[in-house]
């Protein structure tokens, strides 16, 4: 409730302007709109099949209750119901099996005897739980453990491939004097707006000439040399003062030391930016990976989900499951470091 | 005494990364002596160029040619000359406003479908994060907050996008039950056209609403407070104040971030592929989807035929990303 | 060690020639400062002989070798920058040691001479704090620290106190002061500050447009400035000049000089007297110390005095000003100083 009062709080006055109530409304809106998919997503991505099929469908995700029963003079798992027959007190029996229409039940107390009962009659007895089998089965069966290795490697190495690259070349761009330079500056800034898109179907066709396709380096390279990052991390190293660098000069520093120990240091802050930026990227890529990987032990966990979700049409647990598995590194880059990625992208129209 | 610095995490952590620095400079200080500095420009330069240039500006080149030659064939010395047969296949239309009349029916029902989604979605969207940013730059508390709400879909893969949105859209999703609970009919979403029509945008502006209602807000909120104090000593009320004040200010930002909204409307792709993959018919088939499967996925395969869509397209794009830098000049000499 | 010897340099930027044959010897052991306008060069010919840029032609000799060729790294020399460069992700104890470090000096002797400094410089406090936590003074030592435990041929200090507030930098030129004397190391130092040239200077270079126009002690400088230029830029406030017609009444029986055209005369130098040049009082600025008087005289010519302590004049009075003949310094048609017979 604290929490509440807290965003609800107006910055002036106490008495409700029109323009208030105009504010909350629409706040209310966009937060659930907004917020409101993801978390309808993740409720029922620990829902039961039976329990997605449901209509109307409850909020949070239920499993049924069981009870062990002896059966034969051995202990059973049942499932629990309430049955409700006319004249009678609602119980709870458990269901032993079913028959038709007739599901043959006992009371937990009295397991000998068998009480049939019409299944119109009983409802099952339910508790808030979670049905963990969704993510456990897939990640177990679907390979699902492979692409999720397949995209962190490819997250990670493009990642730093992308950091390494790009730095080095924002820094002979912004700190270096020669002849060309400008020609190359504006070959980078002419590039920074041709989408991938544009370029896939030749792309391709060198990708598949350099022996890459089926490969997750046929994924990463053409990724890395992203204008963007050179782009962002020049116009940064450009405010580091010359006089730093002829200080390590001075220093003996070479040039190698001066990119390592005074260059990189000082320009962390863009290459956080970039670096989450990066992950974010790769770790969502999709049509990239898609035209280059075919083998499915090759998918990023992006092109596995969306094979994933066209193979298995109406297995809706599993696909909610691992959309939510999917989605929970982005999501936790976010949490962390949302202060960073807004910054970045007010500051530099980074997307 | 002043050697006695402790020994920090930080110092721990960083002598590896010290050491494999020093490491490198005993080839990079040898490469230096024989190079000079001339050399190390190279050695910065060179990675990057070559993977640039490798997997941006050949296949760009790659591209031109692709479009004037012809076959199924990759490999540029298997492909024949063909001229501008496939831009002539391309825009061979009997009515341009009919798709059905043109050769290449597909790619004007994508074209048009292109610029219809671009309208819709990017006109709907502006008006949406102007009100929102307007809303935020307000007298509100826990602003950072407000503002992630809007963000947090902009960080979200396109697949999975998609699917949230396939799995709240569907015949028995939480949509139709809202609709049930007011007696309404159910709608087919995602396979009636209108519906899906309207479904690939609204997906669309929920996925990327939050990264423009970001750029308005920081022009928002770099207008001077002095101004709105200056003109409530001039009494000025809030609507005229929003009209003479704000816009006129936001204005420069504005132009570009509604370029930018339609360069990445134009290769509307992934997300709305995912949801409906292009369909129902081809009432969600973009330039992208066209390009892709004439590439890659059709049995009619001819990468001549897409490479020539794709520089159309391409074309599209550069108009509108010079508009784009000619806009940011503009808005940084104002 | 460290004698400095440039030949006939030359520095051009394309078309502009920046440096104009410029040659210099510096002794081993002298604070040399360059002073000049902005824009003459100076800091330009500091650069060359630090290595960091390479003159278009022409020799730098340290200690008697040629090293013209040799990188700024090779060259011995430790310079301290305007800004003071120190690098900003560095506590002051690294920014110390990073150069000594690069030079893989073994570190019983980095840390004796890292010591050494501290201790002369009094920054043992500050040693694990970063450039961004220290004050512009304390910056400025730990700048002065970095170039000390390098053990340098010779020092390049680049306007180091021109970043500093009007109190500090006289208190910091002072310690300057007593730093070389301590260290009795070469130095060479580049300021527009006339007042910081003069009082830390064993030879003044006065540059102008990329030349050399004087080389002198302070004292001579002021005494027997070689042209115009020199004698207006050195001393403040500005030296008076003033045709022969308008100084005929105190030129009295002294010879001028054949060929001058224009005398000199500096502020302090005039006096108030019985008879002389006849001044009308423009504006009067009392300086408690000092005052200094603005005036015109006959022909229009605007004239400056100042006279110790207190004097009673206010606008639009007249004063009678004499000067002593042997303060007189007379220029020729080329403003070149002209010696009296």
């Known amino acids: ?351 | 005494m002043i050697s006695n610095e402790k020994t920090t995490i930080g110092a721990v952590l960083s002598a590896p990364v010290r050491w494999l620095a020093e490491a490198i400079d005993i080839p990079m200080r040898w490469w230096q002596g024989i190079a000079g500095r001339p050399g190390m420009i190279s050695f910065f330069l060179i990675p990057n160029l070559l993977i640039f240039g490798m997997f941006v500006l050949v296949p760009l080149f790659i591209n031109i040619v692709y479009s004037v030659t012809g076959g199924t064939e990759l490999f540029l010395s298997d492909r024949s000359y063909v001229g501008g047969a496939h831009f002539n296949r391309l825009l061979e239309c009997e009515n341009h406003f009919n798709p059905n009349s043109c050769r290449e029916d597909l790619f004007w029902i994508a074209l048009w479908n292109t610029i219809k989604f671009v309208f819709t979605q990017v006109s709907v969207m502006i008006v949406f994060a102007v009100i929102t940013a307007l809303i935020l730059n307000g007298k509100i508390r826990a602003r950072a907050f407000w503002r992630a709400v809007f963000f947090f879909p902009v960080l979200l893969s396109p697949v999975v996008v998609g699917l949230i949105w396939q799995w709240m859209l569907q015949r028995q999703g939480v949509f139709n039950f809202i609709l049930f609970q007011f007696d309404a009919q159910a709608i087919n979403w995602l396979t009636e056209r209108t519906w899906a029509f309207g479904a690939a945008v609204g997906v669309s502006i929920w996925a990327h609403v939050g990264f423009y209602v970001l750029i308005l807000l920081a022009g928002l909120q770099a207008i001077p407070r002095d101004l709105y104090e200056a003109a409530e000593m001039d009494g000025t009320p809030p609507a005229r104040a929003f009209w003479r004040i704000t816009l006129p200010l936001l204005w420069p930002n504005l132009l570009v971030v509604i370029v930018l909204a339609l360069i990445r409307a134009v290769q509307v792709f992934d997300e709305v592929y995912v949801l409906t993959g292009g369909g129902p018919g081809t009432s969600n088939l973009y330039l992208t989807q066209y390009i892709y499967e004439v590439g890659f996925a059709s049995i009619l395969r001819n990468p001549g035929l897409a490479s020539a869509a794709s520089l159309i397209m391409a074309s599209i794009l550069v108009v509108l990303t010079l508009a784009q830098l000619g806009l940011t000049r503009w808005k940084d000499k104002k | 060690m460290g004698r400095i010897r440039l030949e006939s340099l030359r520095k051009s930027y394309g078309q502009v020639e920046v440096l104009k044959d410029i040659n210099l010897e510096i002794e081993e052991g002298e604070l040399v400062v360059f002073v000049g306008p902005s824009g003459c060069g100076k800091s330009t010919l500091l650069r060359q002989i630090s290595g960091l840029d390479r003159p278009t032609s022409g020799n730098i000799f340290i200690n008697e070798n040629d090293a013209t060729n040799v990188s700024a790294a090779d060259r011995g020399l430790a310079m301290v920058f305007q800004s003071y460069a120190l690098y900003p992700h560095m506590t002051v104890r690294q920014n110390l040691a990073f150069g000594l470090q690069n030079a893989k000096m073994p570190k019983a002797e980095m840390d004796e001479r890292i010591s050494a400094a501290v201790e002369m410089l009094e920054i043992g406090p500050l040693l694990k704090r970063r450039p961004g936590q220290l004050s512009g003074g304390q910056r400025q030592r730990v700048a002065i620290g970095r170039a000390i435990v390098r053990d340098p041929t010779a020092f390049l200090l680049d306007e180091p106190l021109s970043n500093l507030d009007a109190e500090l930098r006289v208190s910091m030129r002072a310690e300057l002061s007593a730093l070389h004397a301590r260290l009795g190391a070469t130095m060479i130092y580049v300021t527009h500050d006339q007042v910081e040239a003069m009082t830390l200077a064993d030879r003044i270079v006065v540059l102008r447009a990329g030349k050399i126009e004087q080389v002198a002690p302070p004292i001579t400088l002021f005494e027997k400035p070689v042209n115009k230029f020199v004698a207006g830029f050195i001393g403040a406030p500005n030296m008076n000049f003033l045709t022969l017609d308008d100084v005929q009444p105190v030129l009295g029986n002294v010879g001028v000089p054949a060929g001058a055209t224009m005398t000199g005369i500096r502020p302090q130098h005039l006096s108030p007297a019985e008879t002389g040049l006849d001044m009308t009082v423009t504006l009067v600025e009392a300086l408690g110390t000092e005052t200094v008087i603005h005036g015109v005289l006959g022909s229009g010519a605007t004239i400056l005095v100042t006279v110790p302590g207190h004097v009673k004049t206010s606008k639009g009075e007249h004063m009678t000003l004499n000067v002593d003949p042997a303060h007189l310094h007379f220029f020729d048609a080329d403003e070149l100083r002209v010696e009296a017979a």
Not at chain 1, 66 to 77: A, H, L
Not at chain 1, 118 to 140: F, M
Not at chain 1, 142 to 167: D, M, P, Q
């Open chain 1, 1 to 351: 409730m604290k929490a509440i009062t807290f965003l609800t709080r107006r910055r002036g006055g106490d008495t409700w302007h029109w323009t208030d109530v105009v504010t909350f409304a629409w706040l209310g809106f966009g937060l659930i709109i907004m917020f409101g998919p993801a978390i309808w997503l993740v409720m029922s991505s620990f829902k039961s099949p039976a329990q997605l099929a449901e209509f109307p469908p409850t909020i949070l995700p239920y499993v049924s209750e069981t009870v062990e029963v002896p059966v034969k003079g051995t202990m059973k798992e049942l499932p629990l119901y309430t049955v409700t027959t006319e004249g009678e007190a609602p119980r709870e029996l458990a269901e032993v099996r079913r028959v038709g229409i007739i599901a043959n039940m006992v009371d937990p107390a009295d397991p000998e005897t068998v009480i049939k009962v019409n299944i119109n009659d009983r409802t099952p007895v339910r508790r808030v739980g979670l049905a963990l089998e969704n993510y456990a089965k897939p990640l177990r069966d679907f390979n699902f453990g492979l692409y999720l290795w397949n995209s962190v490697f490819v997250t990670g190495v493009a990642t730093i491939i992308t950091l390494i690259t790009n730095s080095m070349a924002a820094f002979a761009l912004s700190k270096y004097d020669f002849r060309g330079r400008n020609a190359v500056l504006l070959l980078i800034v002419a590039t920074l707006m041709i989408p991938i898109s544009v370029n896939i179907v030749p792309l391709y066709s060198v990708v598949s000439s350099l022996g890459l396709l089926n490969s997750l380096w046929g994924v990463i390279l053409p990724t890395v040399a992203t204008p963007t990052g050179v782009f962002l991390l020049r116009q940064y190293m450009l405010t580091i003062p010359d006089e730093l660098l002829e200080a390590a000069r001075m220093d003996k520093a070479s040039e190698w030391q001066i990119y390592w120990r005074i260059i990189l240091p000082l320009t962390a802050p863009a290459l956080a930016v970039l670096a989450i930026f990066s992950v974010v990227w790769r770790w969502n890529d999709f049509l990239w990976p898609l035209i280059v990987l075919s083998r499915k032990e090759l998918f990023t966990l992006q092109v596995g989900l969306n094979t994933f979700a066209g193979e298995l049409n109406v297995q809706w647990h599993f696909i909610l499951a691992m959309t939510v598995a999917t989605m929970i590194p982005v999501v936790l880059v976010f949490v962390f470091l949302q202060r960073y990625i807004t910054a970045g992208i007010a500051g530099t129209g980074l997307k």
